[in-house]
């Protein structure tokens, strides 16, 4: 006779001739998101060898994330950031607004750190570049479903980058204040509107412009927030 019990919210039981050894019942479930065809039917193939893995739905744009979500309930969203035109972070934001509590693993080709801030401001609780190995992708989808945070070992160093405000090679550094204004001219604010939000003159503001102009050996604010986005500047 088997004697059942719940270990961390799990159904699982335990031969009572082997008191030790226990057999989880319940399978992991994911919703696949990804705007290409071949590359789920890939991770479909990758994730089929782990027993405790199923994907139950997949999907390629924010609509049809959120409603397959809602429908099967899932452990585990696996989110590319890049569905067609649209931004997959949306998917996260999508499902927060709707209350929906599900783990969100980001699998992306990106390993800048201006979209891995991106995904995990809004939500997501892991990331994942899309060169990871088989086992090392199983595991992030346990470890997310568990509650943990995971992230590649290769996006630690830029997590840690953005963290304490170290700018990456051949990036010039900036000031605090710099790193405001910065942000708000992303924003589309003038020198004028940039001064109100900051409570300086805008003599001050206009500046701090001229001197982000001349560390970025650019003429046009265009092309400076296009070097500080990739450079992992923008909160």
Same mark, same amino acid.
Request: negative net charge; aromatic residues 0%; proline residues 5%.
């Given at each position: 006779?088997?004697? #059942? #019990? #719940? $270990?961390?919210? &799990? &159904? #699982? $039981?335990?031969? %009572?001739? *082997?008191?030790? $050894? *226990?057999? &989880?019942?319940?399978?992991? &479930?994911? $919703?696949?998101?990804?705007?290409? %065809?071949l590359v789920r039917e890939g991770l479909r193939s990758v994730l089929a060898a782990f027993d405790d893995l199923e994907i139950v739905a997949e999907a390629d744009n924010i609509d049809a994330a959120v409603k397959a979500v809602v429908t099967h309930r899932p452990d585990v969203v696996l989110l590319d950031l890049q569905l067609h035109e649209e931004d997959g972070a949306d998917v996260v934001r999508a499902l927060a607004a709707r209350d929906v509590e599900v783990a969100v693993l980001v699998l992306s080709v990106h390993d800048d750190a201006n979209r891995l801030r991106t995904a995990l401001r809004a939500g997501a609780r892991g990331y994942l570049l899309k060169s990871a190995r088989p086992g090392e992708l199983a595991d992030a989808i346990r470890r997310v479903a568990s509650g943990r945070w995971t992230i590649g070992d290769e996006l630690l160093g830029l997590l840690i980058e953005s963290f304490i405000g170290i700018a990456p090679v051949g990036v010039p550094a900036v000031t605090p204040r710099e790193r405001e204004v910065l942000n708000l001219l992303a924003e589309g604010l003038a020198n004028r509107a940039v001064a109100e939000r900051l409570g300086i003159s805008t003599r001050t503001a206009q500046k701090h412009v001229e001197n982000l102009f001349k560390k970025f050996n650019v003429h046009e604010r265009g092309a400076l927030i296009e070097i500080a986005t990739r450079s992992g500047l923008l909160n």
């Open positions: 006779m088997n004697a #059942s #019990s #719940s $270990v961390g919210g &799990r &159904r #699982s $039981v335990t031969p %009572a001739d *082997e008191p030790h $050894v *226990e057999l &989880r019942l319940d399978t992991l &479930r994911i $919703v696949l998101v990804d705007d290409h %065809a």
